[in-house]
């Protein structure tokens, strides 16, 4: 690794709002425990890891603490930064506070606070990518027709041969991905993920292929599912 650290920055700042339920979608419990505290041990959980960065929304850092990071005992934790308005505003936060310990060539893996079953098979291949070219995305192929749709009209539909699923962990070497966000900052673009400000600068993402079973959290549906593979463990065939 020639000396080079490895971070974890997990953002956590959502609203949930379609979750439907009375407290943020990331403490929500999963198996008895709050689904981002799910996230966070694998991380936590990796010799691969040097230090995680949580993005929380800035009144609920104090539950956060309580509730999460000391209920389970976790010891990596570096910092928990505010959030900001959109995502790409709450990571820019993240990147702003790892920036006081990361050199350039340090790798930071991105990755949602509501997406629990993350393997560490992932973070391996992430980080040992993203150290050979700009950025890596963990993704898998599109299963159903995809169409594109212009007020409510079908327009065309693309070969799903070349769709692919964007996941998370993205991963890059620090000084790309925080130059790429300080760019989209000065420029005022908002993507639609991380791996879309590198792309932009003409940066070369290589596709790590992900787990169907890797999925975000978002509505009751989500969380039905998630606690079916909670309780049936084996991988999906890809």
Known sequence: MNGFKTFA????????KRMGASINKQYLQ??????????????ESSPLIDGIFLVIPADEIPYCREHVVAACGFRKIVAIVPGG???????MNGLDEIRKLASPDDVVLIHDGVRPFVSQEMLH?????????AGALVAVPVKDTIKTVQAGVVVDTPSRDDLWQAQTPQTFRFGIIHEAHRAAE?????????????ERGGGEIRVIRGDYRNI?????EDLILAEAFLANPGKESL
Do not use: H, W, Y
């Open 85 to 91: 308005k959109e995502r790409q505003n709450s990571v």
């Open 216 to 220: 975000k959290i978002t509505t009751p």
């Open 30 to 43: 999963l198996g008895g425990l709050p689904i981002v505290a799910r996230t966070i041990a694998v991380f």
């Open 9 to 16: 920055l997990i953002p956590a700042a959502g609203m949930g």
């Open 186 to 198: 000065r420029e005022g673009f908002m993507g639609t993920d991380d791996t879309s400000l590198v």
């Open 125 to 133: 291949e992430s980080i040992a990518v993203a150290r050979a070219c």
